[in-house]
């Protein structure tokens, strides 16, 4: 039996899969890693945590499975987007990693559109936020320019991870699309932004399609993880281009829902036509030729997990979450805004905090969970609106990531998203599309689409019911007023976080 490797290394913890060639899942393993949070917007994680991490799963999956790792015939990665890994010129890196979810950059992303005007949008496709790369790239540059002086060359996170099991610097597509640095359609590296903020071309690594071919793993990296050297290693993709690809989005007419850290709406586009404005993101694919466009809630994951972490330490997601479904939709009057970071769709703001708004003497711990759930959903919701807005049909939505685990919230996805939402065997879309990057490499299938006929494998679909829906569609409306109603006030209280 030959077998592939899928790893996503989220924000969460890395995650590694074992697959064989009908798509059957062997073995899995997982390993935690820290946020470092040192001031309010910041958000950072020590790369060689992401290493260790990775080199402890692989071998909790090579043990657990017994498989023989010359069985193994390929591995690929999904990684958390965005964030930004400093390198000298001996590859190591010069401080620890600038994330996605840190908003810390409002005023480089001011300085970006002052510089670039309509470029911005007609090359990179996607606004100046926060999260992306340049932004952080300029931060470091301005705040810590003995530290920039240091640095040599960027990569994102899975690439440096890949950069330890391999030796060799490379970016694909998918990922390289989050940067700001990338014209879009032309998949290659935008002289005119580069030049735009004096970056010199040799800090951007070399490009290559998700599913290309990049070396084999090292001598010192197979001591390191127990993987043999004659794996062979595929870049891998963002980790919501590998999302859709894990769950099937590879042709037009599907949706995606993911809730991990942060929450995603994504619609598969087959070419770089479609224009919403700077509205959501837009992105190459890891489907060769192909993009996606998606609207992100920063916090989905993270709001519910900064919860059980506040109200209910020690508690398992389930354990917590067990009342949940004995309190009817609307959680007795009480909403929740998740923007506990800030927020992007539809409202890209950095200042703004999340609410619990119409808390009643009768709320118990579980309502304010079931509250939480659907203060996610409603913000995933503003992206579907968005979607629907821009004559998208939204009616079938797959759900994946950490939030699919819990049949309650794909209940409330169908109800709120007005749409049947579909659930996976398993829930980790992102490893499962790692996994069929390096299938299709290791020759195992001609295309994504075929292998994804046999490794996607849909387990339930859950339909909306038609009274909760309409309950939830008053509510959604009342939800939508809270961003604007407490912006001031956010922006008030922004000189009291520290
Ligand atoms: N059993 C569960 N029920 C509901 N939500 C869950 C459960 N387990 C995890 N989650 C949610 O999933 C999130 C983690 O999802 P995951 O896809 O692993 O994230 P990441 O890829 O960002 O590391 C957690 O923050 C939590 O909100
Ligand atoms: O910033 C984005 C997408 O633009 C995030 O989706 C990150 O890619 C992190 O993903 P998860 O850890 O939540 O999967």
Known sequence: MKYVVG???????????????????????????????????????DPEDWVAGTAGSLQDLIVKSGVNPEDIEGISFSGQMHGLVLLDANDRPVRRAILWNDTRTTEQCREIERTLGDKLLSITRNPALEGFTLPKILWVKQYEPEVFARASHFLLPKDYLRLRLTGAKHMDLSDAAGTLLLDIAAKRWSEDVLSAFEI???????????????????????????LSSSTKVFAGGADNACGAIGAGILSPGLTLCSIGTSGVILTYEADASADYEGKVHFFNHG??????????????GYSLSWFRNTFAKGETFDAMLEGVNDIPAGSNGLL????????RTPHADAKIRGSFIGIDGSHTRAHFAR???????????????????????????VSIGGGAKNPVWLQMQADIFRANVVALENEQGP????????????????????????????????????????????????????????????????????
């Open 371 to 397: 509250a939480v759930m659907e203060g996610i959903t409603f913000s995933l919701n503003e992206s579907i609106d968005l979607f629907r807005a821009a004559g998208k049909t939204v009616d079938t939505i």
């Open 431 to 498: 490893g499962l599309g790692a996994a069929m990057l390096a299938a299709v490499g290791s020759g195992w299938y001609p295309t994504l689409d075929a292998c994804g006929e046999v490794f996607v494998k849909r387990a339930r679909t859950y339909y909306p019911n038609e009274n909760t829906s309409k309950k939830y569609e008053q509510l959604f409306r009342i939800y939508q007023q809270i961003y604007t109603q407490t912006k001031e006030i956010n922006e008030s209280l922004h000189a009291f976080r520290s």
């Open 200 to 226: 010199p071309a040799s800090y951007c690594p070399p490009l290559v399609e998700a599913g290309g071919y990049v070396g084999a793993i090292s001598a010192e990296a197979s001591q390191l993880t127990g």
């Open 287 to 300: 489907k060769e030729n192909a993009f996606y466009a998606m609207g992100v809630t920063l916090a989905a």
């Open 336 to 343: 929740f805004t998740p923007f506990i970071v800030g927020e």
């Open 7 to 45: 790893v996503d290394l989220g924000t969460s913890a890395v995650k590694t899969l074992l697959i064989d060639q009908a798509g059957t899942l062997h073995a899995e393993a997982t390993r935690e890693y820290s946020l470092y949070h040192d001031k309010a917007g910041w958000s950072e994680q």
